[in-house]
T-cell receptor
Framework: GESVGLHLPTLSVQEGDNSIINCAYS??????FIWYKQESGKGPQFIID?????DKRQGQRVTVLLNKTVKHLSLQIAATQPGDSAVYFC?????????FGGGTRLMVKP | NAGVMQNPRHLVRRRGQEARLRCSPM?????VYWYRQLPEEGLKFMVY????????ESGMPKERFSAEFPKEGPSILRIQQVVRGDSAAYFC????????????FGSGTRLTVV
């Protein structure tokens, strides 16, 4: 289930289950969105992106959904594996920079 | 083709000292972006540079922080007279063109001010 930890919200899932991580973005003019995975001590790693003219994009085991009406982005991970344990950030394109969301920690239980 | 290289990986400085963080972009990339990350938080934009030019420094603190990306050599983020609040992870990203599309992050420099 989903719970709010001391700093980052945490999502705990059983290995093999599907995970859904949500993100609310702020700028209705943003035209490009990215999901990043960050493991402890490492830099953000690109997972998948989507442009604002789409509402769904699929990759290998991952799907991103974009709802522009409510400014909501979600990342779905199919058949979650222990190696998926990390912090996940959404980011929106804002001119010369990316604006990052606060992150969700995904914990995968074996 | 090496990715974005940052050094040092870890840097410890005493209050009042200077910190210099280096970033070598991916080969062929001429655009560099610096971000700062506090523990348990997302990355916050600091500055965007092209070779020899600062394009956007809207996220840089007005004092003590500066950045450069010379014609030759890595991009440098310089923090003068460091304070404990500067302790953070500093990440660099690079891109081929003037765009945020799909740029690549380095592994970061973790600065600790004691």
């Amino acid at each position: 289930g989903e719970s709010v930890g001391l700093h980052l919200p945490t999502l705990s899932v059983q290995e093999g289950d599907n995970s859904i991580i949500n993100c609310a973005y702020s700028n209705s003019a943003s035209d490009y969105f990215i999901w990043y995975k960050q493991e402890s001590g490492k830099g953000p790693q690109f997972i998948i992106d989507i442009r604002s003219n789409m509402d769904k994009r699929q990759g290998q085991r991952v799907t991103v959904l974009l709802n522009k009406t409510v400014k909501h982005l979600s990342l779905q991970i199919a058949a979650t594996q222990p190696g998926d344990s990390a912090v996940y950030f959404c980011a929106e394109n804002a001119g010369n920079m990316l604006t990052f969301g606060g992150g969700t920690r995904l914990m995968v239980k074996p | 083709n090496a990715g974005v290289m940052q050094n040092p990986r870890h840097l410890v400085r005493r209050r009042g000292q200077e910190a210099r963080l280096r970033c070598s972009p991916m080969k062929g990339h001429s655009h560099v972006y610096w971000y700062r990350q506090l523990p348990e938080e997302g990355l916050k934009f600091m500055v965007y540079l092209q070779k020899e030019n600062i394009i956007d420094e809207s996220g840089m603190p007005k004092e003590r922080f500066s950045a450069e990306f010379p014609k030759e050599g890595p991009s440098i983020l310089r923090i003068q007279q460091v304070v404990r609040g500067d302790s953070a992870a500093y990440f660099c990203a690079s891109s081929q063109g003037a765009s945020n599309y799909g740029y690549t992050f380095g592994s970061g420099t973790r600065l600790t001010v004691v």
